[in-house]
C-alpha cells in the first residue's frame, strides 16, 4: 500500500460545482494531516490542516477518520482559482522527526 | 508576511559539477527541510536539519547529497557530483516550533543537469 494515496484525477469541473478529494494513508502511527495545493511549477501552499472533528474554512471543509486512515477534501462553490493540483499530505514523526508524506496530487481544473 | 526564499530559480549545470543550493528560512525558526520534486511525480522529502545536524535523511539523500548552516541565515544543500536524475525542483521548507504543525515552503530551485 502506497504511503499516501489519492484519487488519480484529473477533475474538470464547472464554476459553481461542489467536488470532493480523498485521500487514504498506511502509517497509523501519523501524527498530522494536510491538504496543501500546488499551482503548476510553484511550491506547495498550505490550504488547511485536517483534524478529527472536521473542519471548515469558508468554501472548504476537511475530514479525517483516523480508524479508516482517510481524509477528504470538499471544495464548494468552485471559482476558476481553484484550479489547482491538491496534494494530500501526512506528518508521520514528531518533534525532530517531523517529515511530510505526500501524495501524488489531484489535478483540478475548474471551467468557466 | 515572512517568508522562506531561495536561490538561485534556475541552475543549468553538466553532470558531474558540484551544486550548492540556497535558502534562507523564515528568521524565527527552528526546523530545516529539503524537499525534491521530480516532474510529474509526487514532493519527495530529502532531509531534515535541527540544532546544527541532520534529524533524519531519506534513501534518497545519499553520500552526493550534503547541507549546511553556515551562518545564522542560510540554509545550504550540495550535491557533489550531480547525475542527471538529479534534475527536479528542490524546495527548501522551515517550521518554528516542535509544537508547531506548519512548514513553510520555498518557491523552489529548478536544477537542470545536462
Known amino acids: 500500500r502506497k504511503e499516501v494515496e489519492q484519487d488519480p484525477g484529473p477533475f474538470n469541473v464547472p464554476e459553481g460545482a461542489t467536488v470532493a478529494f480523498n485521500c487514504t494513508y498506511s502509517?497509523?502511527?501519523?501524527?498530522?494531516f494536510f491538504w496543501y495545493r500546488q499551482d503548476c511549477r510553484k511550491e506547495p501552499k498550505l490550504l488547511m490542516s485536517v483534524y478529527s472533528s472536521g473542519n471548515e474554512d469558508g468554501r472548504f471543509t476537511a475530514q479525517l477518520n483516523r480508524a479508516s486512515q482517510y481524509i477528504s477534501l470538499l471544495i464548494r462553490d468552485s471559482k476558476l482559482s481553484d484550479s489547482a493540483t491538491y496534494l494530500c499530505v501526512v506528518n508521520m514523526g514528531g518533534g525532530s522527526n517531523y517529515k511530510l508524506t505526500f501524495g501524488k496530487g489531484t489535478l483540478l481544473t475548474v471551467n468557466p | 508576511e515572512p517568508e522562506v526564499t531561495q536561490t538561485p530559480s534556475h541552475q543549468v549545470t553538466q553532470m558531474g559539477q558540484e551544486v550548492i543550493l540556497r535558502c534562507v528560512p523564515i528568521?524565527?525558526?527552528?526546523?530545516f527541510y529539503w524537499y525534491r520534486q521530480i516532474l510529474g511525480q509526487k514532493v519527495e522529502f530529502l532531509v531534515s536539519f535541527y540544532n546544527n545536524e541532520i534529524s533524519e535523511k531519506s534513501e534518497i539523500f545519499d553520500d552526493q547529497f550534503s547541507v549546511e548552516r553556515p551562518d545564522g541565515s542560510n540554509f545550504t544543500l550540495k550535491i557533489r557530483s550531480t547525475k542527471l536524475e538529479d534534475s527536479a525542483m528542490y524546495f527548501c521548507a522551515s517550521r518554528e516550533l516542535a509544537a508547531t504543525d506548519t512548514q513553510y515552503f520555498g518557491p523552489g530551485t529548478r536544477l537542470t543537469v545536462l
Open positions: 502509517n497509523s502511527a501519523s501524527q498530522s
Open positions: 528568521s524565527n525558526h527552528l526546523y
